[in-house]
């Protein structure tokens, strides 16, 4: 096994497309021709040339996580540490080998702790983020109409430079020595990888282990900013009992160039985000669940009910929206170890169903995709 240099952390995300700020009315529907104009005259975000001038002394050395020998995990947090403050655009791309179906693609424009972020869902429409402070607010287009949300967590660098898929393929592959790849400053080391070294979690949302890595490649500077990352890898999925490949390319550029502005939309999102209120029925074996005001919940979205104090929960997925003065019955279909299906009726109370019995405490909370609707609720017991 190659030695890996053990090194301290000193303190101290670019893209193609351009991510859209545009406001909008403040009314949730609209005709889909309506929303294809507004969207086409939308203007791009704000951006300005670098005026910063950077000077360089003596001669130029690795960022800590890079020596000689390679590559260990401390480059993850120096790449994070060294971006904290900075402005620049950021970019990752997740890409199903085997089926060539793109399971992640995300833009991020980033200045003054605040960020503006934009992808398209996979069965779904295009979404507008902004993150500051602890908000993050959305905006799906759904082509007629907008659904709103407010997301779990506010501005983050490490969501920006995604920790979950970034870190644990930084840790794991057999890397190379760096070799310098400019004559500038910044200087800028590649190093590759063609194998697994280090056994590690799978990356990403995937439940199992990174089992094998094809190749890796990486482009860091010597302020620590890593500019480009690529790796083709193999991970098994432990819910799915198979193994899957993939593709994975994160970019960052334009440092110090980019201006960011809170959008005008987020005074909506604000306004037609859904809150909702929740309790156990008399008999513990249904979570009611009441919208209380704001925009719709659609179709297809996810309502996951957590038991508190431990990792258990039961999902559920909305077969038609739910909107403001709606009430839908959630209950467990499955009695699993850790997640359990689950189903969610509109209206009244299922009467031909004896659900399993919800004994303990619970939270609850909706998803649309990979974004919250609201952040968790308690649901409230009978008294």
Not at 139 to 155: C, V, W
Not at 311 to 325: A, M
Not at 329 to 335: G, V
Request: glycine content about 8%; hydrophobic content about 35%; charged content about 25%.
């Amino acid at each position: 096994m190659r030695r890996r240099a053990v090194l301290g952390i000193l303190g101290t995300v670019g893209t193609g497309g351009c991510l859209r700020l545009a406001g909008e009315t403040t009314t949730t529907r609209q005709s889909a021709t309506t929303a294809a104009s507004a969207r086409s005259a939308a203007p791009a975000t704000a951006t300005e040339p670098s005026t910063t001038t950077e000077e360089w002394s003596d001669e130029p050395s690795y960022p800590y996580g890079l020596a000689d020998d390679g590559v260990s995990p401390l480059l993850y947090d120096t790449c994070v540490q060294s971006l904290s403050g900075r402005a620049f655009r950021a970019r990752y791309t997740k890409v199903d080998a085997e089926r060539a179906t793109r399971k992640w693609d995300r833009t991020f424009a980033v200045a003054d702790r605040q960020a503006v972020a934009q992808w398209t869902r996979n069965q779904g429409g295009l979404v507008d983020m902004f993150r500051t402070g602890n908000e993050g607010l959305w905006r799906e287009d759904l082509g007629d109409a907008y659904t709103y949300g407010r997301d779990a967590g506010g501005f983050s660098m490490r969501e920006i430079v995604w920790d979950k898929e970034l870190e644990p393929l930084i840790s794991a592959p057999a890397w190379g020595s760096p070799e310098r790849t400019n004559d500038a400053r910044p200087a800028i080391w590649t190093v590759e990888a063609d194998g697994l070294e280090t056994p590690n979690v799978a990356p990403g949302y995937v439940e199992g282990e990174l089992r094998a890595v094809d190749s890796a490649s990486l482009r860091v500077d010597e302020t620590g900013v890593i500019r480009s990352f690529e790796a083709s890898y193999t991970v098994y999925d432990a819910n799915a009992d198979d193994t899957r490949s993939y593709t994975f390319r994160y970019l960052t550029r334009d440092l110090g160039s980019v201006a960011v502005s809170e959008p005008e939309w987020t005074a909506t999102a604000r306004q037609q985000r859904p809150t909702a209120s929740a309790s156990l029925t008399d008999d513990r074996r249904f979570v009611r669940l009441r919208v209380e005001s704001g925009g719709l919940i659609a179709t297809d979205s996810r309502i996951s009910v957590f038991e508190e104090g431990t990792d258990r929960k039961f999902v559920t997925h909305t077969q038609s929206s739910l909107e403001e003065g709606d009430v839908a019955y959630l209950y467990r279909t499955s009695d699993e170890d850790r997640v359990e299906q689950g189903t969610v009726v509109v209206g009244e109370r299922p009467s031909d169903v004896t659900p399993l019995a919800l004994d303990g405490e619970y939270s609850l909370s909706a998803f649309r995709k990979d974004t919250n609707y609201f952040p968790r609720i308690q649901v409230s017991a009978p008294e």
